[in-house]
């Protein structure tokens, strides 16, 4: 198995770019895929693949990956953007989330 | 489209076992190339990955709780459950059934959840 590390939380202003971490030692070799998950709701898929964003997503999430680390940004947060993220991976042998950033826009 | 909702019961004792069921609409649990899975979320705590299964029947299982857990597929009734046996006060949580895509050698991330159903273990 294999650990993937967020940190615990990110704070930005309104409109300020937000920039979420996951890093992994497998995750050179696997896609990482992020979930925004508000209070008391279901989670939702925002990045796929390193970088890719599901239609009905806003352009302001994007996603990269490079060596051990995956980055969700966020570019020009909004309020509505303040939520719980976690980055999630998976190979052959199952998957694993990190332990989730809580974004805080104010 | 696809949606997933989670039933079962809302409680379950101390030694017994949870079983929760995953029913599957607006398309057939067996086409194209998904996977189903469990995950569960504590209060106040982060994402669990349980386990999946492809309706090829292959499964991968949580290392942590492989001793205790069986997710099954019925395709007849477009539908996944999961059996976690000898439960404890540390099972209660949010448990929510999800789809993947991809397969079995090269799974892909998980793109439709359910709304997720709250199980308390509790005498």
């Known amino acids: 198995s294999y650990e993937l590390t967020q940190p615990p939380s990110v704070s930005v202003s309104p409109g300020q770019t937000a920039r979420i971490t996951c890093s992994g030692d497998a995750l050179p070799k696997k896609y990482a895929y992020w979930y925004q998950q508000k209070s008391g709701q279901a989670p939702v898929l925002v990045i796929y693949e390193d970088s890719k964003r599901p239609s009905g997503i806003p352009e302001r999430f994007s996603g990269s990956s490079s060596g051990t680390m995956a980055t969700l940004t966020i570019s020009g947060a909004q309020v509505e953007d303040e939520a719980d993220y976690y980055c999630?991976?998976?190979?052959?042998?199952?998957?694993?989330f990190g332990g989730g950033t809580k974004l805080t826009v104010l | 489209q696809v949606q997933l909702q989670e039933s079962g019961p809302g409680l379950v004792k101390p030694s017994q076992t949870l079983s929760l069921t995953c029913t599957v609409s607006?398309?057939?649990?067996?086409?194209?190339?998904?996977?189903w899975s469990w995950i569960r979320q504590p209060a106040g705590k982060g994402l669990e990955w349980i386990g999946r299964?492809?309706?090829?029947?292959?499964?991968n299982y949580n290392p942590s709780l492989k001793s205790r857990v069986t997710i099954s597929v019925d395709t007849s009734k477009n539908q996944f459950s999961l059996k976690l046996s000898s439960v404890t006060a540390a099972d209660t949580a949010v448990y929510y059934c999800?789809?993947?895509?991809?397969?079995?050698?090269?799974?892909?991330?998980?793109?439709?959840w359910g709304q997720g159903t709250t199980v308390t273990v509790s005498s």
């Open positions: 999630y991976s998976t190979d052959s042998s199952g998957g694993v």
């Open positions: 999800a789809r993947g895509s991809g397969s079995y050698r090269v799974p892909l991330g998980m793109d439709v």
């Open positions: 299964i492809y309706t090829s029947g292959s499964t």
């Open positions: 607006g398309g057939s649990i067996s086409s194209g190339s998904y996977y």
